[in-house]
Every structure is written in structure tokens, then in C-alpha cells.
T-cell receptor, first 113, second 116 residues
Framework: AQSVSQHNHHVILSEAASLELGCNYSYGGTVNLFWYVQYPGQHLQLLLKYFSGDPLVKGIKGFEAEFIKSKFSFNLRKPSVQWSDTAEYFCAGAFGNTGKLIFGQGTTLQVKP | SQTIHQWPATLVQPVGSPLSLECTVEGTSNPNLYWYRQAAGRGLQLLFYSVGIGQISSEVPQNLSASRPQDRQFILSSKKLLLSDSGFYLC???????????????FGSGTRLTVV
């Protein structure tokens, strides 16, 4: 069965620190991958997505993610986090023709000023 | 572009009462539609998805059901709510021709359901 897993459940960083959130998926076929962010009290917002082509994807707010097919991974990175990046981050994958979007468990990022 | 209308925004219901949450989509035809639930401290769990009118697939066994009476209408229901049904319910839409394309998902604003 398809699945998405996020390794870090709660991450605490200081401002200007670098960020990497892990995401792995389980599926043998074509997959579309996404990272969403949910700021406190707000709705889900798309950060970036990978469908095909360049495996290094750049998104909004300085985030990027790299699709490594051999590792079934799609890790999210940001070189220097800000206090405003405090939020919950979700990795998700769309598998097969139904386009079912399967989410990981989410990672809560807390950035200390 | 797609717009999803989801209501109500918040709902407090007693245990054993019925539930009906409605989601309607504008700006697209024949989309795939999805219901998700986000329980406190947990991620988003896919509950149901639909690829067309009257076509519903359930992802997890539960106390809830879904229906799609019209192309752009998706309803989440329960005959008798349980305490464990509390959570944040999100409707999502994806254009049917989005396979491998740049079309993405659109999420509704969600309904926060508290069962007391």
C-alpha cells in the first residue's frame, strides 16, 4: 500500500539555522510529491511540488526539496529559517490514477527568535 | 481556478447526533474529490475519495459515510456521532485531467467538529 512517512515529529531551531525535514514514500510507480505548510490558525498552503523533470524543486519562501528516486525520498530544506517559519509541515504523495493524496504525519517546526 | 466552499466552519454536536458536512466546488468539472480528517496531534488522514457522481471509495473503516449527489458536491455524513469523530475535516478537489500535469489540489477552509 502507498504510504508517506515523516521522520521528525517536532523540530526546534534557532533563527538562521539550516533546516532539513525528512520525507519518504512507499510506492513502486509514478508519484507526485508535495510539501504543504500550515501556519497556526491558518489553512494548508502549498510550498512546492514535484511532478517530473529537475529533481531539485524550488518553492515559495526560500524552501526547496530534492526528489531522490533511489531513496524514495523528498526532503525539504531551507538554508536559514526565520521565526515566521514556525508552523506544521506536511509531506504528501499522489499515487496512481485516482490521485489520492496521502499525507505524512506532519512535523511541527518551532523557530526560536 | 478552483474554489472550494465548505461549511460550517465550526460545529459542536452531542454524541449520538447526526452529521452532515457539505463541500461544493467551483471552477472545474468532474474533479476528483476527497475528504480528510486531521485529529488533534495527528496528520491528515484520507477518509473518502470520489472520481465521479455516486462513486465513493472509503479508505478507513469508520462511523462516517460520504456521498456525491452532484458533480461538484461532496457530503460527509454520520447517523450517530462518536466522541472519536472530533477533529478538523477538510475537503479537497483535484481536476480529473491532472495526472502527471501541473494541476494541483485545492483545499477547503475546513470544519472543526467537536463532539461533546
Amino acid at each position: 500500500a502507498q504510504s508517506v512517512s515523516q521522520h521528525n515529529h517536532h523540530v526546534i531551531l534557532s533563527e538562521a539555522a539550516s533546516l532539513e525535514l525528512g520525507c519518504n514514500y512507499s510506492y513502486g510507480g509514478t508519484v507526485n510529491l508535495f510539501w504543504y505548510v500550515q501556519y497556526p490558525g491558518q489553512h494548508l498552503q502549498l510550498l512546492l511540488k514535484y511532478f517530473s523533470g529537475d529533481p531539485l524543486v524550488k518553492g515559495i519562501k526560500g524552501f526547496e526539496a530534492e526528489f531522490i528516486k533511489s531513496k524514495f525520498s523528498f526532503n525539504l530544506r531551507k538554508p536559514s529559517v526565520q521565526w515566521s517559519d514556525t508552523a506544521e509541515y506536511f509531506c504528501a504523495g499522489a499515487f496512481g490514477n485516482t490521485g489520492k493524496l496521502i499525507f505524512g504525519q506532519g512535523t511541527t517546526l518551532q523557530v526560536k527568535p | 481556478s478552483q474554489t472550494i466552499h465548505q461549511w460550517p466552519a465550526t460545529l459542536v454536536q452531542p454524541v449520538g447526533s447526526p452529521l452532515s458536512l457539505e463541500c461544493t466546488v467551483e471552477g472545474t468539472s468532474n474533479p476528483n474529490l476527497y475528504w480528510y480528517r486531521q485529529a488533534a496531534g495527528r496528520g491528515l488522514q484520507l477518509l473518502f475519495y470520489s472520481v465521479g457522481i455516486g462513486q465513493i471509495s472509503s479508505e478507513v473503516p469508520q462511523n462516517l459515510s460520504a456521498s456525491r449527489p452532484q458533480d461538484r458536491q461532496f457530503i460527509l455524513s454520520s447517523k450517530k456521532l462518536l466522541l472519536s469523530d472530533s477533529g478538523f475535516y477538510l475537503c479537497a478537489s483535484r481536476p480529473l485531467n491532472a495526472a502527471g500535469s501541473s494541476y494541483g489540489y485545492t483545499f477547503g477552509s475546513g470544519t472543526r467538529l467537536t463532539v461533546v
